[in-house]
């Protein structure tokens, strides 16, 4: 008695207060204190990386203008004569590329007709047979550019990685006679040595991207290599880059993994230097200092608990039964669902809160349901739930002999409103026009949204043509009839594409595909109207 009574008295409570104290101080501290040094060592994970990225582009920067001066400079002084003579210029030619071996695959002159080579050294066998008319680098030099980098790629005389460089050979007069080209290997070590040997921790990559051509130059990992770059569209971030955003910032990768990424330009060759890093990696050191927070804590919740180890076995005995019930209930051996609440004290107030959590995670699990199967704006089922019924439907049709006529509904002049009035007014207009598809048809059919300003409807019992087509104009005069959002009066029309179960085929995704493409044709054909799928027989029943 003397011992339950305690469990009831002030300092019992206060003892309680102040583990509950603890708890929630920690909690508090530790989300805030969370936020906090993540942001402040991104900050600095993020400079480090902007430097080392800033040092690498630099480099790379000043190895192109190298190669750049040396063209120009090699241009400047050619010996126009010796264009008649090879011999002699293959000598001068490589007098200058043995005292700056800048181009790993040597220079080139290449005739004004871009046929084969006048000159190279080193002498590359299979190169003087080539055509370069069709190469960038050989154009633009042609066409008067002072100095043009080509698209890397694949030498057709070395099958080695590449990059050729080019400016055009004058005369006295300022016209253009032939075209030197520089050739470097990607893989040459006093070119991009830096960019693939340097790694940003353990799985960071350096990647370098030519904007114009759309491709990775090169990059820390072999395999992105003279690869494409993701499409317009593809990437978000990828497009942000291509609309000349530069700096730092957390981007989530087409895998999903969340990386911090610096773009840095080189703009003597006009290439965007990439560098990548998981954020998990970044912030690992996070890690050892919540070890260091979560050991002092351990210790000092460790103190009170001596205090507390005679109450304990009594205050947590419910707690302990209680948390074992949860985790029958995480691992699915019993039914989620609210537990016997018996006492009044804080192992109660917790109960209460997990009752709470469970209550909500039902209710979302309903609205999750619900919203798996439905389209959020207009109620109604979307494409996954439209052909789960769509199914369920032809399998009963089938087994009574009856026929389906499944609807595709295009609007006609919704982008035109959408464009014109702004989403809001859109959004509003495909509610009304759900309804109205709703309105048109039985309790017993089904009307889904595929997305954007496509629908479906799915007549049931509809044993011919006629009523099907009764049905579509129906439909199609419904939906030309005005709207009125807010102060707005908007007009719309329907194209709508017909397909008949069995009629045209008994197979789900065939009458969605031939439906589709009647939708299609009603399009072609003046729009506001519909057509049922092509079939031997005449259409008798089209508009």
């Given amino acids: 008695?003397?011992?339950?009574?305690?469990?009831?008295?002030?300092?019992?409570?206060?003892?309680?207060?102040?583990?509950?104290?603890?708890?929630?101080?920690?909690?508090?501290?530790?989300?805030?204190?969370?936020?906090m040094i993540r942001n402040n060592m991104l900050e600095v994970v993020s400079a480090q990386q902007s430097s080392l990225a800033t040092y690498v582009a630099l480099d790379i920067n000043e190895k192109v203008l190298q190669r750049q001066q040396l063209l120009e400079k090699t241009a400047n002084e050619f010996p126009l004569p010796l264009l008649t003579q090879p011999a002699k210029l293959e000598a001068w030619l490589q007098q200058r590329q043995e005292?700056?071996?800048?181009?790993?695959?040597?220079?080139?002159?290449?005739?004004?007709?871009?046929?084969?080579?006048?000159?190279?050294?080193?002498?590359?066998?299979?190169?003087?047979?080539?055509?370069?008319?069709?190469?960038?680098?050989f154009i633009a030099a042609r066409d008067g550019a002072d100095f043009y980098i080509g698209k890397p790629g694949i030498s057709r005389a070395t099958h080695q990685g590449v990059v050729n460089m080019s400016v055009p050979i004058k005369d006295d007069g300022g016209h253009i006679v032939a075209v030197l080209m520089g050739s470097t290997e990607l893989s040459m070590p006093s070119f991009l040595d830096l960019l693939e040997k340097i790694h940003l921790g353990k799985t960071g990559d350096f990647i370098l991207f030519s904007p114009r051509d759309q491709l990775f130059i090169s990059a820390s990992r072999p395999a992105l290599r003279l690869?494409?770059?993701?499409?317009?569209?593809?990437?978000?971030?990828?497009?942000?880059?291509?609309?000349?955003?530069?700096?730092?910032?957390?981007?989530?990768?087409?895998?999903?993994?969340?990386?911090?990424?610096?773009?840095?330009?080189?703009?003597?060759?006009?290439?965007?230097?990439?560098?990548?890093?998981?954020t998990d990696e970044a912030l690992s050191p996070v890690s050892l200092i919540w070890g260091t927070f979560v050991r002092n804590s351990v210790v000092s919740a460790s103190i009170l608990i001596l205090i507390l180890v005679m109450f304990l076995e009594y205050a947590f005995r419910p707690l302990r039964s209680s948390a074992k019930l949860m985790r029958e209930m995480a691992q699915g051996d019993k039914t989620l669902s609210r537990?016997?609440?018996?006492?009044?004290?804080?192992?109660?107030?917790?109960?209460?809160?997990?009752?709470?959590?469970?209550?909500?995670?039902?209710?979302?699990?309903?609205?999750?349901?619900?919203?798996?199967?439905?389209?959020?704006?207009?109620?109604?089922?979307?494409?996954?739930?439209?052909?789960?019924?769509?199914?369920?439907?032809?399998?009963l049709a089938g087994r009574q002999a009856n026929k389906l006529a499944l609807f595709f509904v295009d609007l006609d002049g919704f982008k035109l409103v959408n464009d014109r009035y702004g989403h809001a007014v859109g959004d509003q207009l495909l509610k009304e026009v759900a309804d109205r598809l709703r309105d048109g048809v039985r309790q017993s059919d089904l009307v889904g949204r595929l997305g954007g300003d496509e629908f479906v409807v799915l007549v049931t019992e509809c044993n011919d043509r006629s009523t099907a087509a009764?049905?579509?104009?129906?439909?199609?005069?419904?939906?030309?009839?005005?709207?009125?959002?807010?102060?707005?009066?908007?007009?719309?029309?329907?194209?709508?594409?017909?397909?008949?179960?069995?009629?045209?085929?008994?197979?789900?995704?065939?009458?969605?595909?031939?439906?589709?493409?009647?939708?299609?044709?009603?399009?072609?054909?003046?729009?506001?109207?519909?057509?049922?799928?092509?079939?031997?027989?005449d259409e008798i029943y089209e508009n």
């Fill in 1 to 35: 008695m003397h011992f339950l009574s305690f469990t009831h008295g002030l300092k019992f409570r206060l003892i309680a207060v102040g583990l509950l104290f603890i708890f929630f101080g920690s909690v508090i501290r530790y989300n805030i204190a969370a936020h």
């Fill in 99 to 137: 005292y700056s071996p800048l181009f790993s695959q040597g220079m080139v002159v290449v005739p004004k007709d871009g046929k084969g080579v006048i000159v190279d050294y080193p002498h590359i066998s299979g190169r003087h047979q080539l055509d370069f008319n069709e190469r960038d680098w």
């Fill in 227 to 278: 690869q494409r770059a993701p499409e317009i569209g593809r990437d978000s971030f990828h497009d942000k880059v291509m609309l000349g955003w530069r700096g730092s910032g957390v981007n989530t990768d087409s895998a999903g993994v969340e990386m911090l990424v610096v773009a840095t330009d080189i703009p003597a060759a006009q290439w965007i230097l990439l560098a990548e890093i998981p």
């Fill in 339 to 395: 537990i016997v609440v018996k006492r009044k004290d804080e192992v109660g107030l917790m109960l209460e809160s997990f009752n709470l959590l469970v209550d909500k995670l039902i209710a979302t699990e309903v609205q999750m349901n619900y919203l798996a199967h439905h389209d959020a704006l207009t109620g109604l089922p979307n494409r996954r739930s439209f052909m789960i019924s769509m199914r369920q439907s032809m399998a």
């Fill in 470 to 537: 009764l049905i579509a104009s129906k439909l199609v005069a419904n939906l030309s009839e005005v709207f009125y959002i807010g102060d707005l009066v908007l007009t719309v029309g329907a194209s709508i594409g017909i397909a008949m179960f069995p009629d045209h085929s008994q197979e789900l995704e065939t009458l969605m595909t031939l439906a589709d493409k009647a939708m299609y044709r009603a399009k072609k054909n003046g729009r506001n109207c519909y057509k049922f799928s092509l079939e031997t027989d």
